[in-house]
């Protein structure tokens, strides 16, 4: 999945770089996935220029008119939503799926709800309109999965997990301490001014801590640089509480930047190959749902 944020400016002609490097990578059906709290029309003309698989979109208002010029061209709509209310809306105008994100989830978090109580009321919602809902937030392992089945998910989006493995771009030290810390924080510290109103879920490190009390009118706008990365090419410097999390090119004090991770951290034992998380997630849940559940629903 390529993620466009577009906040600094739309980027049509980067992005349909992107979409064709990524074709050049696999022969499998990938999506594009747009966060409409940022500039986005140009971005989203590009993805249906393209005729990626899915549009997946989130942060903002998934409506008809982009799901029938999605349609038009082939391509599938798939919103991520925080709430009822929000699916019912993208439900009304004719999605092709649903993701469902708790507010287990790492980084920012829409809604306000537990998954456990929300995703069934979704799939309920849903019923008989042949489209699958997809379950999201603080899922890592095969019993997160196997749970989100029998809330009635047809499948799971992981991202925390795939923060901690090997092909991950996230800075090293990101990904050992995906596996040091066992806690997480909700919080709107960081990125106040680039994205405001928009909370985050992350680890709870010694900087967050020491800083969770922040007042509500300071932000990272007056603060200091505390290092620098290259994001989409481009050298950006990161200002303390700007809320941009360290990749493999980030130097400077990564001990104080934003590092987002869902619930599930105190999970995560290792870093793996990609394909391994997922081979272990497939047959661990076979596991449970044909010896384990099997056994104690005949004994």
Request: charged fraction near 25%; aromatic fraction near 6%.
């Amino acid at each position: 999945m390529v993620i466009v944020r577009g906040s600094q400016g739309e980027a049509p002609d980067y992005l349909k770089e992107l979409i064709r490097k990524t074709r050049t990578l696999t022969d499998k059906p990938f999506g594009v996935g747009v966060v409409l709290a940022f500039p986005h029309k140009e971005n989203i003309r590009a993805i249906l220029d393209e005729k990626v698989a899915v549009l997946q979109l989130s942060w903002g208002e998934c409506t008809s008119d982009i799901v029938l010029e999605a349609h038009k061209v082939g391509v599938k709509v798939v919103p991520q939503v925080g709430s009822f209310e929000e699916a019912k809306k993208a439900a009304d105008v004719g999605v092709d799926a649903i993701i469902v994100q708790g507010r287990e989830a790492g980084g920012h978090v829409i809604g306000q709800g537990a998954l456990i109580s929300l995703l069934p009321r979704v799939v309920e919602l849903v019923q008989g309109r042949d489209i699958p809902v997809i379950a999201a937030g603080g899922i890592v392992d095969e019993r997160g999965y196997v749970a989100s089945l029998a809330l009635g998910a047809r499948g799971i989006a992981m991202g925390t997990r795939f923060l901690a493995t090997d092909e991950s771009y996230a800075h090293p030290a990101y990904k050992q301490k995906l596996i040091k810390f066992d806690e997480t924080e909700y919080t709107d510290i960081f990125g106040r001014a680039r994205w405001p109103g928009a909370p985050q879920r992350v680890l709870r490190t010694p900087f967050l801590v020491e800083w969770r009390t922040l007042p509500s009118d300071e932000n990272e706008t007056n603060q200091p640089t505390i290092g620098h990365s290259t994001i989409h090419g481009m050298e950006k410097e990161i200002r303390r509480f700007a809320g941009t999390v360290p990749n493999l090119t980030t130097s400077g004090d990564v001990e104080s930047m934003a590092m987002y991770a869902g619930e599930g951290i105190g999970l995560i034992k290792d870093i793996l190959p990609a394909g391994e998380v997922i081979r272990r997630i497939v047959e661990g849940a076979k596991h449970l749902i044909n010896q384990q559940f099997a056994c104690d629903m005949q004994a």
